[in-house]
């Protein structure tokens, strides 16, 4: 039972980061060295609290490597900003690969609706400079999504089972 509340406690700690990147990539287009190293180097601490075995570490550690390399490309082409490719990586460090596979869907969905509204806004007030899409609130929308509705389900049905 221990080692189940540290992992959901390591769980809140990582919804908090995920909130404290929406907010910042909001107010400054930026999300932080700091917070993206401080996700990925609280990994293996959930690793351990739960109690995940050294397949399951590689597969998370491959997911992170993968991903990390794909976005970097799309950072390079100027279509994705580094501080949503250190997220994202560092996300992967966290989230099963299937979950991972639902976070991007509905990172993209989000990201979507995001973009149209933020470019309907741009275009309403007439501004010439580039848009620039805080694309961190839909990284953290994603991975609360997947957060919500597949660890918590976890916790509630180890919760009544016992």
Known sequence: MQGFSVSYGLL???????LVAAFTDMQRRQIDNWLNASVALAAPLFW???HMGLADIGWQVALAAGSFVVLAG???????GGGDVKLLAALALW???LWFMQLLTVMAMAGGVLTIGMAA???ARRQREKL???YGIAIAFGGLWVLSANYLALAQAAHHAG
């Open 74 to 80: 799309l950072f390079a082409m100027g279509a994705m």
């Open 95 to 97: 989230i099963k690969p």
């Open 121 to 123: 806004w741009h275009v």
């Open 12 to 18: 809140a700690g990582l919804a908090i980061a995920l």
């Open 132 to 134: 620039a899409v805080p």
């Open 48 to 50: 351990w609290a739960s």
